[in-house]
């Protein structure tokens, strides 16, 4: 018996890296996977090991971050095997390069992957728990990046921060329909991260960034287990699970004659600061990690 028997789950690029491994073990764990990837040569190859494990999975090579494209994804896993039970938004890319250097296509072409990749498919799936009264769980794939910060990744980071923020409102909205929404910010060794900070330690009696530790818990997130849980950010990497605490105000300056005048901050502002752990300065996000790939300046 497994966590996902006799479960429909969708996975958005899950091709290579942390996707394939998600699709991998949820079939493992019982479900019939749709795996949903543009390099139609990858994705097959994902179909072909699931079958070979004694799995059943359907390849789809359509665009997640298209609208039509996304309903056909989720129409996909309906018609092929009777309804949809998770859905995994894990598709993305990176076009890292400082704000002052990015272009517009930089920025956009990352937006699109990450945060349209997530409202489609999100959006067709909720529309069809909510008309056939159906329970379901969305995972949503955040980042470190965009709850920290991480420099040279303004447009990942921001739609990464904003999937966070979409899984929270996501919970909010679906929770009366039994439908709960959770995301991860995922650290493993994949063809993006070793693109962007070059060669990831491996081997060792336990691989601690190889990408198939990530799935344990998007599958447990995937599943009537986890029914009680919503609108939540985890970090996982290796065998560590990390929660993250939402923005939280730490402090508060008031004027109690009114409005504030300008002037009257310059002396003020600065007490917000007194007796929390925050910089008044600019910060590398990054060096609050538990767990790093890299050392980060």
């Not at 605490?245 to 730490?250: G, I, L």
């Not at 409005?259 to 310059?266: G, M, N, Q, S």
Request: charge should be negative.
């Amino acid at each position: 018996m497994g966590l996902m028997d006799g479960k429909v789950a969708i996975v958005t690029g899950a091709g290579r890296g942390i996707g394939r491994g998600e699709a991998l073990l949820l079939a493992q764990e019982g479900a019939r996977v749709v795996v949903n990837e543009l390099d139609a040569e990858a994705g097959q190859a994902v179909v072909d090991d699931i079958a070979k494990a004694g799995g059943e999975a359907a390849l789809s090579t359509d665009d997640c971050s298209d609208y039509d494209g996304a309903k056909a994804l989720v129409q996909q896993a309906i018609d092929t095997y009777g309804g949809l039970d998770a859905l995994v938004n894990n598709a993305g890319i990176l076009r890292d390069r400082t704000i002052a250097k990015m272009t517009p296509d930089e920025w956009d072409a990352v937006v699109k992957v990450h945060l349209r990749g997530h409202y489609a498919p999100t959006h067709h799936a909720f529309g069809w728990w909510k008309d056939n009264g159906k329970p379901g769980h969305v995972v949503c794939t955040a980042s470190t990046s965009g709850l920290l910060g991480n420099f040279g990744q303004a447009n990942y980071g921001a739609a990464k921060a904003g999937i966070a923020a979409f899984a929270t409102i996501g919970a909010m909205e679906m929770w009366r329909y039994n439908v709960t929404v959770n995301a991860i910010a995922p650290a493993a060794r994949t063809r993006m991260t070793e693109g962007a900070y070059g060669a990831i330690e491996t081997g060792g009696d336990f691989d601690f960034w190889h990408p198939d530790n990530v799935a344990p818990m998007v599958v447990y997130l995937c599943s009537d287990a986890s029914s009680h849980i919503s609108g939540k950010v985890f970090g996982v990497q290796g065998n560590v699970v990390e929660l993250y605490q939402p923005w939280t105000s730490f402090g508060e300056i008031v004027n109690e004659s009114g409005r504030w005048e300008p002037a009257d901050l310059v002396d003020k502002v600065d007490g917000l600061f007194d007796g929390f752990p925050i910089a008044k300065e600019a910060t590398n996000g990054m060096a609050r990690l538990r767990y790093t790939m890299t050392q980060r300046s």
